[in-house]
Nanobody
Framework: VQLQAYGGGLVQAGGSLRLSCAAS????????MSWFRQAPGKEREFVAAVSWSGGTTYYSDSVKGRSTISRDNAKNAVYLQMDSLKPEDTAVYYC????????????????WGQGTLVTVSS
């Protein structure tokens, strides 16, 4: 199983970024997918999740209203559109596969991508 996240970069506060994650090695459409992030010196935290069909989403309070998670099962990809970025959004962002298929909300994760760095300048 491989997860490759990309799309991070340096952006000014108030700007936008779209993160992408390409998945392989599993029946992608059977699994919810999630994004996490880890800021320097902090623990990894949940950001958002999307159900296997894409029809249901869930966000942390820290990004709710500013971010949109989506997926394209035909491309085995999951996305995170982040708008109105704040300096506190600076972190390495990871996509993750949960352990169980058809699990909602996903609580346990098995595979993680390598992460993509988002830096928001003030």
């Amino acid at each position: 199983v491989q997860l490759q996240a990309y799309g991070g970069g340096l952006v000014q506060a108030g700007g936008s970024l779209r993160l992408s994650c390409a998945a392989s090695g599993r029946t992608f459409s059977s699994y919810a997918m999630s994004w996490f992030r880890q800021a320097p010196g902090k623990e990894r935290e949940f950001v958002a999740a999307v159900s296997w069909s894409g029809g249901t989403t869930y966000y942390s309070d820290s990004v709710k209203g500013r971010s949109t998670i989506s997926r394209d099962n035909a491309k085995n990809a999951v996305y995170l559109q982040m708008d109105s970025l704040k300096p506190e959004d600076t972190a390495v962002y990871y996509c993750a596969f949960p352990i169980k298929p058809w699990d909602w909300p996903p609580l346990e994760y098995e595979y993680w991508g390598q992460g993509t760095l988002v830096t928001v300048s003030s």
